[in-house]
């Protein structure tokens, strides 16, 4: 029996579909240019207080598997602002920045399909979701981008990535600004 072709209508969907995920990746590409083209100016930024920190820290995350520095500016800024006021400004900045992975992975995951690391991260986030997001993002590692890019392609809600990843970077973000406030304060008195 022969598929009747489809309606217009139901092709709508596939094609906004497409094109959010073209655009997605657009706008990944985008920043991570921008991010690594910046990356010598960045610190320049921490004038501006905790709005400054939130910058840095979104550009250095908004990144994909691209190192950007973030945190030695988190570590330095914590011994002139208050460490949780540091931490609270790279946590959010960090969550909003992460959004360049998953949006990377609802693009399309072509790009690292086959890759070990990326299929065991995956796994994991398809198994424990949100809990693996916030484990993973404590950890300080390069590769949390491939968490977001695994969260992205398993089509999780935005605000529950996020609701995920702010507190894992905010425990990791604080601990790190901590870290400099103890060291800078010894070393400056």
């Given at each position: 029996?022969?598929?009747?072709?489809?309606?217009?209508?139901?092709?709508?969907?596939?094609?906004?579909?497409?094109?959010?995920?073209?655009?997605?990746?657009?706008?990944?590409?985008?920043?991570?240019?921008?991010?690594?083209?910046?990356?010598?100016?960045?610190?320049?930024?921490?004038?501006?207080?905790?709005?400054?920190?939130?910058?840095?820290?979104?550009?250095?995350?908004?990144?994909?598997?691209?190192?950007?520095?973030?945190?030695?500016?988190?570590?330095?800024?914590?011994?002139?602002?208050?460490?949780?006021?540091?931490?609270?400004?790279?946590?959010?900045?960090?969550?909003?920045?992460?959004?360049?992975?998953?949006?990377?992975?609802?693009?399309?995951?072509?790009?690292?399909?086959?890759?070990?690391?990326?299929?065991?991260?995956?796994?994991?986030?398809?198994?424990?979701?949100?809990?693996?997001?916030?484990?993973?993002?404590?950890?300080?590692?390069?590769?949390?981008?491939?968490?977001?890019?695994?969260?992205?392609?398993?089509?999780?809600?935005?605000?529950?990535?996020?609701?995920?990843?702010?507190?894992?970077?905010?425990?990791?973000?604080?601990?790190?600004?901590?870290?400099?406030?103890?060291?800078?304060?010894?070393?400056f008195g």
């Open positions: 029996m022969d598929k009747a072709p489809a309606s217009a209508a139901s092709r709508k969907p596939t094609w906004l579909v497409n094109l959010s995920r073209i655009l997605a990746l657009v706008i990944v590409i985008g920043v991570t240019v921008a991010a690594y083209l910046l990356k010598d100016r960045i610190e320049n930024f921490a004038v501006y207080g905790y709005p400054g920190i939130f910058l840095i820290t979104l550009l250095a995350y908004a990144t994909v598997l691209i190192p950007v520095p973030g945190l030695a500016v988190v570590f330095a800024m914590s011994g002139l602002l208050h460490p949780v006021g540091v931490a609270a400004a790279a946590a959010a900045g960090a969550a909003v920045g992460e959004l360049s992975g998953y949006l990377a992975g609802y693009s399309g995951r072509a790009v690292i399909e086959n890759w070990k690391r990326y299929e065991k991260i995956t796994a994991w986030v398809r198994k424990y979701g949100g809990p693996a997001i916030l484990v993973l993002a404590v950890i300080p590692n390069p590769v949390f981008d491939l968490v977001g890019v695994a969260a992205g392609v398993l089509k999780m809600p935005i605000h529950k990535f996020l609701l995920w990843v702010f507190p894992g970077q905010f425990i990791k973000m604080l601990v790190i600004a901590y870290g400099g406030s103890l060291s800078i304060g010894r070393l």
